[in-house]
DNA sequence: TCCTTATGTACAA
DNA sequence: TGTACCTAAGGAC
C-alpha cells in the first residue's frame, strides 16, 4: 500500500522492466480502461515519472509534448504485481496489464487510472506541493504554507497541495521523530523544524524507494539496542508509533495514542512529543 | 461466510 | 463532516 516512496519505487520498476525494449501488450482484463488500452496496445514504454502518490507512464512518442501518459493513483488500496512471462490469465480485477515477452505486471484496485496528454500532466503537477523524492523539490514553497496556517501540523503534512508524498505512515512518524506535537498549529512551526523535517523527510522517503518499506526506527532505538525482544510491526516495517496505539512508546515508555483526525487514524506518543 | 480494516482522495451538504 | 469508490487480508463466527 501506497505513500510517495512506493510510487517512485514503481516508476523506476516499470521503467527498468519495460522502458527501450519495445512494443508492449497493453490491456484491460477488467473492462474499465479498454479502449485506451487499445490505443497504446503494441506501443512502447519510454519513461516514467512520479510526483507524491501520482505516477505517470508515457507511451508512444517520446517528445514529452506528445506522449500519451498513463495517469495512475493507487488511492487506499491500488495494487501492482510484477511477474515473469508467461503471463498467466488475469483475474476479472486487473485494470491494466503490460506484458512483454520476458514480463508482465499487473494494476488492480487504483483509484484512478486514466489517459492523459502532457498539458493535463503539468496540471496535476500544479496542483500538488514539493516532493521530498523529486530533485526539483523547494520545501520553502511548503513552509511558506504551513508558517501562515492555523491548521494542525498533522492535517497539513498529509495534504497533497502543501507537500506531496506524504502518507498517515510518514506524518506519524516525522512528528515523533522531531518530538512534535501533531496538534501543533502549523504557524507554531519554526524555519528549523520545518528544515529538519524536510530534510528527514528526504533521507527516510529515499530509503523506503531503496528498501521497499518504511522504516523509521534510530540505529539507538532498535529492540537489540534497548535489550528488548525482537517485535514485528504488522505493515512490514519498524516504525514507534503508527499503529501502535496503547502499546508502550520503544523509548520513554508511555502508551501510544491514538485519535481520528479528518478520517484517518492519527498515532503519537504523549511522552515525547509534547503540546 | 461475514465483518472490519487499510500506507487515499473527491465530492456533497 | 459524512459518504462513496476501489480490493484483499485477517479475524470472528
Given at each position: ?41 503494441h ?14 507512464l ?14 495512475i493513483?493507487?488511492?487506499?488500496f ?5 511477474g ?5 490469465p ?53 513552509y511558506?504554507r504551513?508558517?501562515r ?10 495534504d ?34 520545518w ?12 530509503e ?8 523509521t ?6 529492540p ?6 525482537p ?22 515508555g ?22
Open positions: 500500500m501506497p505513500e510517495g516512496h512506493t510510487i517512485h519505487r514503481l516508476a523506476e520498476d516499470y521503467a527498468a522492466a519495460f522502458a527501450g525494449r519495445g512494443p508492449l501488450r497493453v490491456t484491460s482484463p477488467q473492462g474499465k480502461f479498454s479502449d485506451a488500452a487499445a490505443l497504446l496496445d506501443s512502447p514504454l519510454h519513461t516514467a515519472d512520479a510526483h507524491g502518490k501520482h505516477l505517470f508515457g507511451f508512444r512518442d517520446p517528445d514529452p509534448e506528445h506522449t500519451d501518459w498513463v495517469h493513483h493507487l488511492g487506499l491500488g495494487k501492482v504485481a510484477f515473469s512471462a508467461p503471463a498467466p488475469p483475474t476479472d480485477t486487473v485494470r491494466l496489464r503490460l506484458a512483454d515477452d520476458r514480463t508482465f505486471v499487473d494494476l488492480r484496485g487504483p483509484t484512478t487510472c486514466a489517459l492523459v496528454n502532457d498539458a493535463e500532466k503539468r496540471a496535476i503537477h500544479d496542483r500538488l506541493g514539493p516532493d521530498p523524492l523529486r530533485p526539483d523539490a523547494d520545501p520553502a514553497a511548503a511558506r504551513i508558517s496556517s492555523r491548521t494542525t501540523i498533522a492535517a497539513l503534512l498529509m497533497q497541495k502543501v507537500i506531496a508524498g506524504v502518507g498517515n505512515v510518514y506524518r506519524a512518524e516525522v512528528l515523533f521523530r522531531h518530538g512534535i506535537d501533531p496538534y501543533r498549529a502549523g504557524r507554531d512551526i519554526t524555519p528549523g523544524e528544515e529538519a523535517i524536510w530534510a528527514d523527510l528526504v533521507m527516510l522517503m529515499r523506503g524507494v531503496r528498501t521497499n518499506r518504511i522504516d526506527v534510530r540505529p539507538e532505538h532498535t537489540e539496542a534497548m535489550g528488548r525482544p517485535r514485528v510491526d504488522d505493515h512490514g516495517g519498524e516504525v514507534y508509533v503508527y499503529r501502535r496505539a496503547a502499546r508502550p512508546c520503544h523509548v520513554c508511555e502508551e501510544i495514542r491514538t485519535a481520528g483526525l479528518a478520517a484517518r487514524n492519527l498515532f503519537w506518543c504523549p511522552g515525547c512529543q509534547r503540546a
